[in-house]
């Protein structure tokens, strides 16, 4: 297929348009044709689902005049007879960057942060740019063109893919013989987003995708506000946004969990988003089709890994496996479902793996007409312009393809692409077929040369008395050219022949012998005969190698490694005879039953019975509720919106990442619910996600019902950036001082904002005041990442000031220095067991402190801020027992009880109480032991985590991993392309990490 | 309570020992896996004297402590540790982990070691008495010490001093740097070869170079002569099944007789060459996560049940994440060990008297048995666990160490305020 490409890649293109009719001519006489060009006996395709047989195909000036069975042609038409063939509309690839080129990478040799834009006039972010226009930066690419009108395309859809907003597209045909002015169907058709900062500026806000969420929904408020008139100044982004708004807007996601942020943005301001997906879609298609978006869907698809050599193999781990296995299916699959989307040839390397990919998706189930309306009528109607392309009803330009058959099977060819009635030629329909066995006579000699292979890449086989000749057979241009080495010729010389291509049965030409003599000679084709026979059996033994259908791996929610083969459901679970630590009045209750029913704690007591219940013996076991991780940085894809000392318009919750293996892990180890907070990178932080581990739901799913809201502030080195480096020491605050300045004038700004809101006035809606605003309402509580006394004592003075409480201190290594200032304030601490010596400001972090603000009377909790120390976090609680004699039972709560109790919903969870949620977790051993392992974790009444399931698991991962390999090396073996293993290196992230997922 | 704090540093190194001592009734865990219920250990000069049981009629000597109920252990070692080489992780001024170069086995860490570091002072309430101290840079990256931690100074703090070089072993795999254009992921490491051949040149120039006149003097080919004449442990810092067996040849090939493998992520792969050969491993602390998201989520804890129950020597390394202020749960990574499979007086041994075996201090340390040194403590219930780990008494060498730190008066000083408001 690549080297017919290859020869195609000179296409003849024959223009049929006339320059503009106002326009001056100076090289020769004004002329005009006003011809017709019909195309008869086709079928014809009109759209995916309207055919005509033997019908005729009308056009005119680049236009569809009209199509039918009984068309009266005018006198003035070509006539062109596709007897046989079919015609289709061609294809439409509405996302790519065609003709524009992506402007240079900034750079910044002083290596100084930016934090204000470069343009004037502009938004006050570099990275929105709906000013953009694509238009001004097109230039027609004739190569690229012809590589797409090579694939089938006719139109394409391309802007400048730069910045988080970028303007403007515009829609252009692949017309290469006409200017742009003919060409360009629309300079400015659709308007584009993405989370992708400009490559070129250097401004740092945002640094994080919840960032550049969070910027799309300011600017969407902005632009609101501004076309009300009431801004002071000019905003000429606000204004092109504005100008823009009724065009269809792309946002390029690139990835399932993208996907859904995009429709999350999309849903809160009402606007429909057409979202450029990223080829994962089928790992959760229930949320895809809930999004009630359009896609625009990419076809790359990953080459087998080389697994030859097991230790590179043991690298490559099971979730991109699977992704080669299953990603082929994604299409199929986003179809059956029935969520609209466009194909695009986007992230392929050149429209030339299109078809091939295009071919794979079909074989892995993807509907023929599906595929079709994907590359024409959808993108069409996404694109607005259904009556001009995508179909060929009247008056749609003239793009259409010619093929040899129905154009989704392998051996169909694509002999024309007709786009605005200008004809590029692929394969020369009109050529002839010299396939076949021939005499062929030389200076007196008689071979035998059989021709096979494909038009355009024949194969020869040429015998001498049953003696092989080497030989090879090439047809241009309408010759037949063959040179081959005679015989018993000493040296490797060739005897070169050519003849016209006038009859195929009976070949005559002139040629060149090996000595230079000039000849004559003949090929004459023999009858049909037992060759045909072979090549049928040849056709049939390769249709049924094509007909075997993939193996395709099932997949799992969440579609990782442990995922479930299917969801767990709730059950009714008796646990016998128990020891059971309540976190209540009654302590800790020996050989005690607990029955979990409707996902709540149903009955606690002695010798319980449930007819329906599933008994599990629990003698000499404990049971405790699930451990809550007042501080965790895992389950997200980015922890850090640093480019700003204050971010409050971020929020987690934008960018959990429920198919995270540590939420697994931390099950493992009887973790329940966890708060994911922002990182520590400035004073004032972003908004929480609080969820439970309900491992194998979407991300939505996780979160907390009903959750209160919460935000990250932090204090000292982290914030004023004292670890960062030389270079950034710019940012406001650098010093402890300043932290505080920072939290005055937000709050004071906040208070203002507040009052004017209030009043009733108009206001510019900005999302940072809004989320400060329920700070100072007590509608959202602070935990505050702080390590010494005066920083601690600080920030409650400051909340005393605007009259309303710190919520938690997190961390908090110096509170035993002000516990009872802390008691005063009514604050609670969540801090580490025993970290203390990697900062200088932890140089007085005791591992004490927990017990001493315990003893004070401060809620304590004890938290991991590390996916590691996460997963045992038991063992944490058992340090307040050693380390300040804190009882057994209180030391417990400091990873159940309290942390309830600090995130507010101790209602519901932290304690083993009728009628609160059954998250539980059944341990071997005394939970604060050491020796302790969780063998059953539940949430709501869901068993997530269960030592033999888990035993399952690794016994399945590994002869998945095993089946994958195989299938893999099968690929390798019949000379697939392969790629180098690859492992995505894990990040775990801590309060400090400024990277991004 | 009056104490003093500020710069004031580590706890007073104790006097030598003048009187004599006997501990009874406790539950002796002798470290070589044994365990003697109400047992009875005496100790004087140091050294120890007597280990037994209660009911044996032999004259107490000295100070007795009723340690009924209580349990006796040797005192732990923390080996590839860095104690003593950072005071703040954060403070580029208060480290002195990694010289510059690649080549450096003449780097010696012994003088480096800050007896008066803060954080190490907060091991010994956990029982960790000793430590292996290791330079970490370069290919060849120096020479370690070992030293218990209740000195005045370095050569105090000796217990073997300039036991072992350590190598950075190369890795068969190389991971590729994004940020620099590069493809991620893994890939076959090109430098290998050429890295040991490296090491095997210098090695190689070492032994030339002691053979002849060694004039002039070659320093770093001088500090290598120990791995030739059994003197010095080759400490090769490794982990995949390739790479371990490519080290097990290389040293036979140098005629390095000490070998131990540090790390050994699949030193379960080549087990039993790891046993033929005798070839210890210092694996990595339980409390890890697994490598890749398809392992295992509970195979870090089973690393050591997965090399013993093949009959490989075990001891526990504590390089890793805040891995000093961390040495002081080197119990907690024997407890999560023994959990996961091998029990405690098996988890006890790897670091005890197997990590005693391993540094080549054995003759000194790591069991309580007679004629060693009266290293060890008394501790409310099992030292392993957490909940449990807490320590009554402690002897270096016989001084009965002070167990209070920089932390614990921190702590008595703001109960006091508390209490006193």
Redesign the interface.
């Known amino acids: 297929m690549k080297k017919l490409l290859l020869f195609c890649l000179i296409v003849i293109t024959i223009n049929q348009l006339n320059a503009q009719e106002y326009f001056p001519v100076n090289t020769g006489v004004k002329t005009s044709n006003e011809k017709f060009t019909a195309f008869t006996n086709a079928t014809i395709h009109v759209s995916p689902t309207q055919i005509i047989e033997k019908g005729t195909l009308l056009i005119k000036n680049g236009k569809v005049v009209s199509s039918g069975n009984n068309i009266s042609i005018p006198k003035n038409t070509s006539v062109i007879n596709l007897e046989g063939k079919h015609i289709y509309p061609s294809f439409i690839d509405m996302y790519s960057s065609f003709g524009i080129t992506k402007p240079k990478r900034a750079s910044n040799p002083s290596r100084r942060p930016q934090y204000d834009a470069s343009r004037k006039g502009y938004y006050w972010n570099d990275h929105i740019m709906p000013d953009q226009r694509g238009f001004n930066d097109f230039k027609f690419d004739s190569k690229k063109a012809t590589e797409f009108i090579n694939a089938g395309f006719g139109v394409v859809a391309t802007h400048q893919q730069n910045g988080i907003m970028r303007g403007t597209g515009l829609v252009v045909a692949l017309n290469t013989s006409d200017g742009n002015e003919t060409r360009i169907i629309d300079t400015d058709a659709t308007q584009h987003v993405s989370l992708n900062k400009s490559v070129s500026s250097l401004q740092a806000y945002p640094t994080s995708s919840m960032g550049s969420m969070a910027l799309i929904r300011q600017v969407y408020h902005d632009a609101k506000w501004y076309a009300a008139g009431n801004s002071k100044t000019k905003d000429m982004a606000l204004e092109a946004l504005n100008k823009s708004s009724r065009l269809p807007i792309i946002f390029e996601a690139n990835s399932l969990d993208n996907n859904l942020r995009a429709s999350k943005i999309a849903k809160e301001f009402g606007l429909k988003y057409i979202i450029k997906g990223g080829g994962d879609e089928y790992n959760g298609l229930n949320e895809v089709l809930n999004t009630n978006a359009s896609y625009i869907i990419p076809i790359k698809f990953q080459n087998p890994y080389d697994v030859s ?1 097991p ?2 193999a043991s ?1 490559v ?3 991109d496996m699977r992704s080669w296995n299953q990603s082929p299916t994604n299409p199929a699959m986003l179809a059956k479902k029935g969520v609209t989307f466009a194909l695009t040839t986007a992230d392929l390397k050149s429209a030339k793996d299109f078809k091939g990919n295009l071919m794979k998706a079909i074989k892995y189930g993807l509907d023929k007409t599906k595929a079709l309306e994907a590359l024409t009528t959808i993108p069409a109607k996404l694109l607005g312009k259904s009556s001009e392309i995508g179909t060929l009803n009247n008056g749609s330009y003239a793009n259409f393809l010619i093929t040899s058959g129905e154009i989704f099977e392998k051996k169909t060819k694509i002999y024309e692409n007709w786009v605005q009635g200008n004809k590029n030629v692929l394969v020369d329909m009109n050529i002839k077929d010299i396939r076949g066995n021939y005499n062929l006579s030389v200076a007196g000699k008689s071979y035998d040369l059989k021709v096979t292979g494909e038009i355009g890449k024949l194969k020869s086989e040429m015998m001498l008395d049953s003696a092989k000749v080497a030989s090879n057979i090439s047809q241009s241009n309408g010759w037949i050219n063959i040179f081959y080495t005679p015989l018993n010729e000493k040296k490797t010389e060739f005897v070169r022949l050519s003849a016209p291509l006038n009859n195929p049965d009976n070949l005559n030409g002139s040629g060149v012998l090996t000595n230079g003599n000039p000849i004559t000679w003949s090929a004459i084709k023999k009858a049909k005969e037992e060759g045909k026979v072979k090549d049928a059996k040849d056709k049939k033994s390769e249709d049924k190698k094509e007909d075997t259908s993939p193996i395709v791996m099932p997949l799992t929610y969440p579609n ?3 995922g479930f083969k299917t969801k767990p459901k709730q059950e009714t679970i008796l646990f016998k005879n128990a020891t059971v630590w309540t976190n209540e009045s009654d302590g800790i209750l020996k050989n005690t039953d607990v029955l979990i029913k409707n996902g709540k704690i149903s009955k606690i007591g002695e010798n319980l019975n449930d007819s329906g219940a599933k008994v599990i013996d629990a003698t000499g076991k404990h049971i405790t509720a699930g451990i809550i991780d007042e501080h965790s940085h895992i389950a997200t894809t980015a922890v850090n919106e640093a480019g700003h000392n204050s971010t409050a318009e971020v929020t987690i919750e934008d960018v959990v990442d429920a198919d995270d ?1 540590d939420i ?2 931390n099950l ?1 180890g009887g973790v329940t619910t966890i708060q994911i907070l922002h990182g520590s990178a400035n004073p004032i932080g972003g908004r929480s996600a609080l969820i439970k581990l309900k491992w194998g739901e979407s991300a939505d799913e996780l979160l907390y019902k009903n959750r209160p809201k919460f935000i990250k502030f932090a204090l000292g ?1 982290n914030v004023k950036q ?2 960062w480096g030389e270079t950034n020491t710019i940012r406001f605050p650098q010093t402890r001082m300043g932290v505080e300045q920072v939290f005055v004038d937000y709050f004071q700004r906040a208070k203002e904002y507040d009052a004017l809101k209030k009043s009733g006035k108009s206001y510019r809606k900005d999302i940072e005041m809004e989320v400060l605003a329920e700070i100072l309402n007590k509608e959202r509580f602070i935990t505050c990442h702080s390590y010494v006394q005066s920083e601690i004592n600080m920030l409650m003075k400051v909340a005393d000031r605007f009259d309303f409480n710190i919520n938690t201190f997190t961390h908090i290594l110096e509170g ?2 002000v ?2 200032k802390m008691k005063e304030h009514g604050v609670g601490g969540s801090t580490f067991s ?7 400001e ?3 972090a ?3 402190n927990g ?2 603000m315990h ?2 009377g401060i809620t304590v909790a004890f938290n991991s801020d590390d ?3 996460s ?2 976090l038991n ?1 944490e609680a ?2 307040a ?4 004699g804190v009882s ?1 039972e209180e ?1 417990l709560k400091f990873v159940t009880l309290n942390p309830a109790k600090l995130l507010h919903i101790d209602d519901k969870v932290g304690s083993i109480k009728v009628g609160k949620d059954a998250d539980v977790v059944l341990w071997s051993d005394h939970p ?6 969780a063998e059953r974790t539940m949430i709501e009444g869901v068993t997530y985590f269960d030592k033999d399931t ?1 035993a399952q698991n ?1 016994k399945g ?1 590994q002869s998945e ?1 095993n089946e994958l390999i195989n299938m893999m090396l099968q690929e390798k073996n019949k000379g697939m392309k392969t790629v ?7 990040v ?1 992230f801590h309060c400090d990490s400024l990277e991004n997922k | 309570m009056l104490v003093s704090i500020g710069i004031t540093a580590q706890q007073t190194p104790a006097p030598k020992q003048t009187t004599d001592y006997t501990i009874e009734g406790a539950t002796a865990h002798l470290g070589n896996g044994e365990v003697i219920e109400n047992s009875l250990l005496m100790f004087s000069n140091g050294k120890i004297t007597f280990v037994g049981k209660a009911e044996m009629k032999i004259g107490r000597r000295g100070t007795i402590i009723d340690a009924k109920g209580k349990h006796l252990y040797p005192g732990f070692i923390a080996a590839n540790s860095t104690s003593g080489l950072v005071e703040v992780d954060a403070v580029r001024a208060s480290n002195d982990i990694r010289e510059t170069g690649t080549m450096l086995p003449h780097i010696r860490s012994i003088i480096a070691y800050n007896t008066e570091s803060k954080v190490t002072e907060s091991l010994r309430p956990n029982g960790v008495l000793m430590a292996q101290v290791t330079p970490r840079g370069g290919t060849i990256s120096g020479t370690s010490s070992v030293v218990q931690f209740d000195a005045w100074n370095w050569e105090d703090a000796a217990i073997r001093v300039d036991d072992g070089i350590h190598i950075n072993w190369p890795s068969r795999t190389s991971f590729g740097r994004p940020w620099r254009g590069e493809e991620s992921g893994p890939k076959s490491n090109k430098e290998y070869k050429k890295t040991v051949d490296e090491v095997r040149t210098m090695m190689n120039d070492a032994k030339s170079y002691l053979k002849g006149s060694k004039s002039p003097k070659n320093i770093p080919l001088e500090s290598l002569a120990g791995l030739f004449d059994g003197s010095k442990t080759l400490y090769a810092h490794g982990g995949g099944e390739k790479e371990i067996t490519d080290i097990i040849a290389f040293s036979e090939e140098l005629g390095i007789d000490k070998l131990v493998i540090v790390h050994g992520a699949e030193a379960d792969k080549v087990a039993d060459l790891l046993v033929a050969k005798n070839i210890p491993v210092l694996i990595d602390r339980a409390h890890r996560l697994p490598s890749s998201s398809d392992e295992d989520v509970h195979l870090p804890y089973k690393t050591a049940k997965n090399l013993i129950d093949k009959g490989v020597v075990v001891g526990i390394g504590i390089e890793g994440q805040m891995e000093r202020m961390n040495s002081r749960n080197l119990p907690f990574y024997a407890g999560t060990y023994a959990a996961y499979g091998i029990g405690k007086e098996e988890a006890l041994k790897l670091i005890t008297s197997n990590t005693a075996k391993i540094l080549g201090i054995d003759d000194k340390v790591g069991t309580l048995e007679v004629g060693k040194d009266a290293t060890l403590f008394i501790s409310e219930g099992d030292a392993l666990d957490m909940r449990t780990n807490i320590l009554t008494d402690a002897f270096i060498q016989g001084r009965k160490i002070n167990l209070e730190t920089h932390q614990t008066k921190l702590w008595k000083r703001y109960m006091n305020k508390y209490n006193n408001q």
């Open positions: 050599d230790n590179m690298k781990e099971l979730n990782v490694a442990y293996v697994y892990r493992a080195e004292s670890n035993y220095k516990a009872d025993d970290w203390w010596a990697y900062k200088f932890v140089n007085d005791i591992p004490y017990a001493i003893s004070q996916a590691e120390m997963r045992r063992q058992a340090k027992v050693k380390y300040g057994e030391a604060l032991s050491v020796y302790a392992k888990n690794i991962i991993r180098a293993p690859k492992k995505k290196e894990k775990y």
